[in-house]
């Protein structure tokens, strides 16, 4: 997976971007990040509007997110000349950035919001499946063949125990102590701020019984061939990353805290101003999309405050004890 998504001739190296295979919230227009923009601002607010503000997107795609950001800085946001935006990539820095969006291939020291909108799902997982003798991992070639190895580390075999116990012989388990460790040292770059990742996923009362790995090209799914030519994907075990720091919430609930409403603009809007309306239909069109339960609505944010608290009201209502994320 590491190989077939990074490494040379790896997907996430593909000139077209992920945008051209799959659609994520940063893709969907402005709404999205007037929101980030939204709880960044609130951040700033509650760690004391520091010198330096940083958005730091991490497995920032080509950049689109952060893009949009800048866009809304340059028309007016109050913390608009001390922010600093910071894509963290695999893959190299787009053409056509705008100079004031760095680009960086390790997580900076954070002070502000840290952002991972769908980085935990493409970080490389072992699958295993469960035989009379225990789990095995199971092997693929660049053909999809799949064969059974050897078990599963120690380490590995705990975290099924704990995680993603597997009850009858051909099931299925994607290991997600590499998403736990991934989240877990994206919190620690965080001196003082906001870290959240965005992403699909499960907790111990809905696992996938065959696991959830497929593959994404060109926006139809695909077997999850490792040759470089799709997207491999599977659903993060938000609970277990949980553990590491956070509360967990949906997408659909943190974005109308944060003001997101797909309520249609009223109808005299359209004879009083016309571009305003439909300005605020497509908005209405956008926040459908983001807030859908079954689609992005549905996502899971984990939310972890360093030196702060999560700055939504009340942190409590969103947490846990929330509908299951998709
Ligand atoms: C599914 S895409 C999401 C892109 C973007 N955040 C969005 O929502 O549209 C995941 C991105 O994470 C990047 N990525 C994966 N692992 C990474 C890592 N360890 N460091 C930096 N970027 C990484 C990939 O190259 C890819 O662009």
Redesign the pocket.
Known sequence: MTEA??GAGGF??RPE???AH??????TGSVYAATVAELLGRVDLAIGHPAQLDLV??????G??LHAVADLAAQGLPFAARLRLTG????PRPRGLPARIGWA???PPVTGLL?????L???PVDVVELTTDGPRLVLVDATGRESLGGPPTAADLAWLTQWWPLPLVGQRAEIGSTRDA?WANAVSRVRRGLAVA?DYGHTAEKRPPYGSLVGYRAGAVVPPIPDGSC?L?AHVALDSCLAAAGILSTQRDVLAELGVSAAHPPRELAARDPAAYLAALRSAGEATELLDPGGLGGFGWLLHGVGMAVPLCPPERLGSDRPEPM
């Open positions: 998504l990074y996430y190296l971007g992920p945008a799959f659609r994520t919230s940063a893709h997107d991490v497995g920032a795609g080509r689109e997110l963290v990539e695999v893959a291939d390790e997580i952002l991972a909108n769908e980085w799902d493409v970080v991934a965005v997207d994907t």
